[in-house]
């Protein structure tokens, strides 16, 4: 059973360069809600404006007009050091690119959201291993990103999104880079963490196929949601229709 509503958007315009002559309506009064525990994707093609959603749902933007409420704090009204600690302790990111640290192993990538949320070392270091071996990487701890495959690298980035224990994962195109193999093992990842762990995730996809394993699926088009429906959610280890 989903829960309140934790991430609602209602007529969210973003615009570039506004009042210039070059100005560029990226989202056109989009509406969103998504409730505590769902699993929920955005799906469309390059261009229809998904990481400009994606980086509004997450406040690391803010609309150019509309309302956006996060577990109860007005986004729109916060101020940069509020945004920061959301970002830092509600919200987890994945994305398609990693942004893992080059220089830092597996184990101080996963520690570095819990250092800037002033966790002791002892603890962040014991998490950081635990999360580790959650996500099929404790044998990994010591190795640098040049040294882990891009499967490896995105299981570390699902590990260091989950360091403060957030209640919402975004993930932007995390299978976007990978084979389809590794893709499967990412995903059947998020999946364990949604059931296992009720965590609310927000999959951004260009893939109709990911989507479909999800619980509902939106469709942007050129910065609106043409379409919701239900998907086949995925059930251990079985894709099973959602009965309403």
């Known amino acids: 059973m989903n829960g309140d509503v934790v991430i ?3 007529k969210i315009y973003k615009r ?3 009042g210039s002559p070059n100005e560029l309506e990226i989202l056109h009064g ?6 505590e525990g769902e699993f ?3 799906v469309g093609a390059s261009g229809s404006g998904k990481s400009t959603l994606m980086n509004i749902i997450g406040a690391l933007d803010r609309p150019s007009d509309g309302s ?3 577990g109860g704090t007005d986004i729109c009204a916060a101020a940069d050091n509020e945004l920061s600690h959301i970002r830092n302790k509600q919200i987890g990111f994945v994305f398609q690119t990693y942004n893992l640290i080059p220089r830092n192993t597996a184990l101080k990538n996963v520690e570095l ?7 002791n070392p002892f603890a962040r270091k014991k998490r950081a291993k635990e999360l580790l071996e959650l996500v099929g990487m404790g044998d990994r701890i010591s190795h640098t990103p040049d040294e882990l495959s891009g499967g490896q690298k995105q299981r570390v980035a699902i590990a260091r999104a989950l360091a403060n224990d957030p209640s919402i994962i975004l993930a932007d195109e995390p299978t976007g880079a990978l084979d389809s193999r590794t893709g499967r093992l990412i995903m059947d990842l998020f999946h364990k963490l949604h059931e296992e762990k009720g965590i609310t995730i927000v999959l951004i996809t260009h893939s109709n196929e990911l989507a479909e394993e999800t619980e509902r699926v939106l469709t942007l088009m050129d910065g609106n949601i043409i379409s919701e429906r239900r998907g086949n959610a995925y059930v ?3 894709y099973k229709t959602r009965v309403q």
């Open 16 to 18: 570039f360069y506004e």
């Open 113 to 119: 959201p819990m250092m800037y949320a002033r966790l």
């Open 40 to 42: 929920v994707s955005i």
């Open 68 to 70: 956006y409420t996060l």
């Open 30 to 35: 989009v509406d969103l809600t998504v409730r």
């Open 8 to 10: 609602d958007l209602k």
């Open 236 to 238: 251990h280890g079985q």
